[in-house]
């Protein structure tokens, strides 16, 4: 079973920067097909997927609402997915949580959130104005 926690939250200024880590064990050595994610959700607000990668080719996926702003990454060695967010506003508040699927065959399966099994406990951002 995969487990995975979450740290890096905090608080910062609009137009500030934030990394976001997450711990991911579990994962089976052998079998190199998993979506990994960050997701978010704001009070009110639906959850909205922010980013994903695939761990067979590093395939990244973003949301419209930070393409060119925050990068996902994946350190093998580590098990640590990172997620980085330059110039921060205060629509980026939320609670984030990382996330992982099952073994996947295919990288657009990243895209499907019924996907994502595996859950963190969150983390909260929050952007000052």
């Known amino acids: 079973q995969v487990q995975l926690m979450e740290s890096g939250g905090g608080s910062v200024q609009t137009g500030g920067s934030l990394r976001l880590s997450c711990a991911v064990r579990g994962l089976h050595p052998n079998r190199k097909r998993y979506c990994l994610g960050w997701f978010r959700q704001a009070p009110g607000k639906e959850r909205e997927g922010v980013a994903r990668?695939?761990?067979?080719?590093?395939?990244?996926y973003y949301g419209d609402s930070v393409k060119g702003r925050f990068t996902i990454s994946f350190d093998d060695d580590e098990n640590s997915l990172s997620l980085y967010m330059d110039n921060l506003n205060p629509d980026d508040t939320a609670i984030y949580y990382c996330a992982a699927s099952g073994t996947v065959m295919l990288s657009d399966s990243c895209l499907e959130d019924s996907r994502y099994t595996s859950w963190g406990q969150g983390t909260q951002v929050t952007v000052s104005s």
């Open positions: 990668f695939f761990t067979r080719n590093d395939n990244t």
